[in-house]
């Protein structure tokens, strides 16, 4: 069965700090790592990642996949209120004539100002 | 078990005509959600629906509208096709939020 993995479950930072989330996966026919942030509704999509070692940007937040590891990290460099979310991390299993998304149970990140 | 049927698979629309994508889930899932993928990009959600007769928007909501009268179906409809909806549409459902969701295989849609 598919398993993801994140970690740090929580995590309280002041207003300009840098943090880094990470998540393992477990995906038997993998083929992409997606992340999202959530705030009260259902996930916004961030990044999408199918290739090691590329890294994507957007603004302040950036992404990296590890495929010989099997894991990714997040990045939010100088961090604001409006970071505050729960971030999930999700692996896309395309075996079968479906595909299936299996989510981790996310971290929730509180920016403090 | 058929888990979550999309049709149709493949579809050309001209600018300005509508239509309905079909999904339907055999799981008694409560959650359903609709997401368009384009050319080397992610997903991005279009609808969600967290059970019959509730439905709320998601990033990219401009242009379709979903019903969800049973918990097995959730259409989305398409007014007005215009080049920007040219994607891969993809249904989706879970058994709650956060949690493992079921994709069907997706339709292709072009409008010329």
């Known amino acids: 069965e598919d398993k993801v993995v994140q970690s740090p479950l929580s995590l309280v930072v002041h207003e300009g700090d840098t943090v880094t989330l990470n998540c393992s996966y477990e995906?038997?026919?993998?083929?992409?790592l997606l992340w999202y942030k959530q705030e009260k509704k259902a996930p916004t999509f961030l990044f999408m990642l199918?290739?090691?070692?590329i890294e994507k940007k957007s603004g302040r937040l950036s992404s990296i996949l590890d495929k010989k590891e099997l894991f990714s990290i997040l990045n939010i460099t100088a961090t604001q209120t409006g970071d505050s979310a729960v971030y999930l991390c999700?692996?896309?299993?395309?075996?079968?004539?479906?595909?299936?998304?299996?989510f981790g149970k996310g971290t929730l990140l509180t920016v403090n100002p | 078990n058929a888990g979550v049927t999309q049709t149709p698979k493949f579809r050309i629309l001209k600018i300005g005509q509508s239509m309905t994508l079909q999904c339907a889930q055999d799981?008694?899932?409560?959650?359903m959600y609709w997401y368009r993928q384009d050319p080397g990009m992610g997903l991005k959600l279009i609808y969600y629906?967290?059970?019959?007769?509730?439905?709320d928007k998601g990033e990219v909501p401009n242009g379709y509208n979903v019903s969800r009268s049973t918990t097995e179906d959730f259409p989305l409809r398409l007014e007005l096709a215009a080049p920007s909806q040219t994607s891969v549409y993809f249904c989706?459902?879970?058994?709650?939020?956060?949690?493992?969701?079921?994709f069907g295989p997706g339709t292709r849609l072009t409008v010329l």
């Open positions: 989706a459902s879970s058994g709650g939020q956060g949690v493992t969701q079921y």
């Open positions: 995906v038997t026919n993998f083929r992409s």
């Open positions: 199918t290739s090691s070692g």
């Open positions: 999700a692996g896309l299993d395309s075996g079968g004539s479906n595909y299936k998304l299996t």
């Open positions: 799981m008694n899932h409560n959650y």
């Open positions: 629906s967290v059970g019959a007769g509730i439905t």
